[in-house]
């Protein structure tokens, strides 16, 4: 990363103040000459200061912008190039259309008494998606006998603030392509923004909706978030225990109705089955979204009426317990989850899994070999998480290299460390490769158990 | 990005050479005295000096290192948490086993007359990949009537040296789960070395032969470049068109043949059917790509041999080139494709975008709408590309934004622009979204294209 080398050049030196010595005894003599020779003996010394004041201008300029021979080639071209890239981001995301007259308005123009949608109202959507479903039976809502997944993820369209962020998003989204493609999932990566009232974390209710009605096909969707990692490969959504339900989320009774507590559930990895009630509930759950006043206003009710919940604008997280508590008509089809970590908060995780591979193995899902590690505050993204960055970098390391671990077996690999890139074999190669893909492929496992 | 602030300050203003009036007036007083005043007078001076250097200094050092309050606590905490990333960003990449012999091999210890081989020989693929396709009839290598299909890509474990490279190999894997999600084909993101000799363009080597002995269920491996980009988001492969040949790759007959040119095929997007040919070829191809002296002077060899190559080590690229106008045995299988853009450099197509939304249709494939659009050569993920930065970084924010807008047409969305990470609304919002779903879903209108 070549803009590390402007930013640590030392203070330049600065010349000594001695003048050079030919000027200095020409002055003396002439000093000797009287009231003549004072002023010239004052002249002399301005042109001394100004010498000394343009040296030391130039040393600055060089310290500064590079001028001189200073930086090698190199420098200054990665210098160019670094500042060639960053005028092209600054270009992408700064991007205004001056003919679009959504740029121009900053003010939102939500009523705070009105009711927020998120689109047309729609009533009937379990008939009409009944009856699409009987009509297009090349698109059936199950695949290979299981109800039909789509997993929703996705992180902000220009690149993160820290460039580290994007590293592990990729990592992140790699680590989700394995999982879904060992357990036949579809996955939606969104990069757009589809509401601009409804930003940041609550980007996700205007996706989901739209998801859902464009893919009638798709009996569950599965939002995670993009700092959520899949840390048991082996692991399967028990769907038989939520045939009566239609959300499934992790999260605790007891902290949500005895003590509405702001971390109740985690609305960084749950399921909505695609059908009425849940679009009712995203139309129901809206409403704190809306960026601006709405969204402030309805922090302050948030922060008065849950548990532990620090003073900030509306997040979904809260809104979304906050619905639950107060209208509790909709727990009828809400399955609180906590007997696996579909979502695991990583703090308490990510030092034991050594301890994990020792003791237990995959499919487990829960403390014994997490489902799911969820790196909630590290925002490696952004400017500032809530923890010092080494933690959060390393750990996230480890859960994504404990996981690899687990889809390498089938090939014959594994890390060297869980900090380490590099892979070693734990097998050696064989002229009959079939015998390990019997053994090692995880799909292969799954089809065992559930017959 | 933080970095910025502190590259472009500019020089420090310097006080200015005048002495306060009130010292001057003190020192002509004392001059009027004789020697002793004289005396005091050069004092005076060489006081103003020093307070003048020492203010230059200080000013110096606020400039460099933010000493004082120029910096703002925010600029001083993006600047420690950058040393902090950098730190372990540098402690990953420099991950060495100190047990490990494998990391203290200098030279690799390859015989220059040695066949390098992937891996122990296999001589039976066929049949037994039968075998067992037979009898794990719940792993059947088609699906819904086509044959199946991994698309394998990666890149390397760690950061890359450039920080627009990670955004730029997130935003292709995106566009690759959006293309695969939409054709059926699963994916394989690969991030690890498995073998420290094929290094480089040459890791696609090994691991396309893992991923065959490895996943029996799969018909076609199709490897494709992390810079390569699906453009065209309904043209499907013509399979058909291969059913007796196990290599797909474009090309031009006239080139390899008559030319022996180095560019006559495209190493970036390429179909390999699992089959004993397959792994054969793979054996033949192998052993110019050993890294270190095997591979320079295999390089020289190419050079020799390829009409327009430059001087470098052997690439992955014109070793098949030379295999294949050398052995021309292998070619009554291998499908010189370039009926439409398997792979499409990318100079001669990203201006025409807008010409093509307005002429041309999705689905076309060729040079009306590329199937493939391949950034060769510019390399985000590196420090050095061939092409000016700006030029591909906003071509490739082009490209991914005009396959994106054929993604959200489901949705009801497009680009505002073809660099713009902004989006709009392409219809309205509606109560009945299933006349859409019909109409916009591309998979709907491939079947029926096939019926």
Not at 301 to 307: R, S, V, Y
Not at 442 to 450: F, L
Request: hydrophobic fraction near 35%; glycine fraction near 8%.
């Amino acid at each position: 990363m070549g803009q590390e080398g402007a930013q640590k050049r030392g203070p330049s030196t600065l010349p000594t103040s001695t003048a050079p010595n030919g000027g200095a005894r020409s002055a003396r003599s002439l000093l000797r000459g009287g009231a003549g020779n004072r002023q010239i003996h004052k002249t002399l010394n301005n042109i001394k200061i100004t010498i000394l004041c343009g040296l030391v201008t130039i040393l600055v300029l060089r310290g500064t912008i590079g001028f001189g021979s200073l930086s090698s080639d190199n420098e200054l071209e990665n210098q160019a190039m670094i500042e060639e890239t960053n005028r092209i981001l600054a270009e992408i995301r700064s991007d205004k259309d001056p003919d679009d007259p959504e740029d121009n308005q900053n003010q939102p123009t939500i009523n705070l008494n009105d009711t927020y949608t998120l689109g047309a109202k729609i009533s009937n959507w379990d008939e009409e998606r009944s009856l699409w479903l009987s009509r297009n039976q090349d698109f059936p809502n199950t695949v290979n006998g299981k109800a039909r997944i789509l997993l929703v993820t996705g992180s902000q369209p220009t690149p993160c603030d820290n460039a580290i962020g994007d590293h592990y998003l990729l990592k992140s989204i790699k680590n989700k392509i394995d999982y879904c493609r060992i357990h036949g999932i579809e996955i939606a990566y969104n990069m757009a923004h589809l509401d601009k009232e409804l930003s940041g974390y609550w980007a996700k209710l205007p996706l989901i909706r739209r998801l859902m009605l464009s893919h009638p096909e798709v009996e569950w969707i599965w939002w995670m978030d993009s700092d959520a990692l899949f840390t048991d490969m082996v692991f399967e959504l028990p769907l038989s225990k939520y045939k009566d339900h239609n959300m499934v989320i992790h999260g605790y009774p007891d902290l949500l109705f005895n003590q509405k507590s702001w971390i109740a559930l985690n609305t960084g990895s749950f399921l909505f089955r695609n059908c009425q009630w849940s679009l009712d509930l995203l139309d129901d759950w809206a409403p704190m979204g809306p960026r601006g006043p709405v969204r402030e206003e309805a922090g302050k009710i948030l922060t008065a009426n849950l548990k532990g919940r620090p003073a900030f604008e509306a997040d979904d997280q809260s809104a979304l317990i906050y619905l639950l508590v107060t209208k509790t008509e909709w727990m009828s089809k809400v399955f609180v989850e906590n007997s696996y970590f579909l979502h695991g908060y990583w703090a308490g995780l990510v030092d034991r899994y050594e301890e994990m591979m020792e003791k237990y193995h995959p499919g487990l899902g829960d403390e014994r070999w997490p489902f799911v590690t969820h790196f909630v505050g590290c925002k490696p993204c952004g400017s500032y998480g809530d923890y010092p960055v080494q933690r959060c970098l390393s750990s996230m390391e480890r859960a994504f290299n404990f996981a690899d671990n687990q889809v390498l077996k089938l090939y014959g690999f594994r890390h060297r460390g869980l900090l380490s890139p590099k892979i070693k074999r734990i097998r050696n190669e064989t002229a009959t490769p079939l015998q390990y893909v019997d053994q090692f492929d995880i799909r292969h496992s799954a089809q065992e158990t559930s017959n």
